[in-house]
T-cell receptor, first 113, second 111 residues
């Protein structure tokens, strides 16, 4: 079984709709991240969390919100989706050690019409 | 400010060696990562450098010069399956809490 899972894997929605992307992990990591990836722009950080009571904005948090329901779960919400939020979204986890890599989920492909 | 530069695309021949360069400007450097990403898939970890020098791992090696803000990824004995994007990423911050990603280098391996 995958250590980091994301649901849904693909989603098509309309402008103005509320969307939630979910991420779960079985790695026991405290740190969780949400990124979006657009062609030619690389991965950009939306939000990150170091534990259940900790939420931090990344470089592109406008239009997004998150919830850390448990150590293993970190959800990303688009309150009112817009077409320029069409992207590939990745969740990632990491242990406390800064020398260890992040582990990425399989990604969610979101299309906003 | 934060900035990571790497070439957009490279092409190489099966069996050859290719070097992908990465330059960066960042504050509070806390390590540099290389990831491989096939189209539509998640990035997967290749290498980590925090000290100057070369780290070798099979067909893949990564080099770091902190004073120059420079790294490269060296891929030897190229195989067709190495066709992918290669992401350079710098971790910064006292607690190593934030990782900044470059836009990636798309490598095409031809027969």
């Amino acid at each position: 079984d995958a250590d980091v899972t994301q649901t849904p894997r693909n989603r098509i929605t309309k402008t103005g709709k509320r969307i939630m992307l979910e991420c779960s992990q079985t790695k026991g990591h405290d740190r969780m991240y949400w990124y979006r990836q657009d062609p030619g722009l690389g991965l950009r950080l939306i939000y990150y969390s170091f534990d259940v009571k900790d939420i931090n904005k990344g470089e592109i948090s406008d239009g997004y919100s998150v919830s850390r329901q448990a150590q293993a779960k970190f959800s990303l919400s688009l309150e009112s989706a817009i077409p320029n939020q069409t992207a590939l979204y990745f969740c990632a986890t990491a242990p406390q050690s800064s020398q260890e890599t992040q582990y990425f989920g399989p990604g969610t492909r979101l299309l906003v019409l | 400010g934060q900035n990571i530069d790497q070439p957009t695309e490279m092409t190489a021949t099966e069996g050859a060696i290719v070097q992908i360069n990465c330059t960066y400007q960042t504050s509070g450097f806390n390590g540099l990562f290389w990831y491989q990403q096939h189209a539509g898939e998640a990035p997967t970890f290749l290498s980590y450098n925090v000290l100057d020098g070369l780290e070798e791992k099979g067909r893949f090696s990564s080099f770091l010069s902190r004073s120059k803000g420079y790294s490269y990824l060296l891929l030897k004995e190229l195989q067709m399956k190495d066709s992918a994007s290669y992401l350079c990423a710098v971790r910064e911050g006292a607690g190593g809490f934030k990782t900044i990603f470059g836009a990636g280098t798309r490598l095409f391996v031809k027969a």
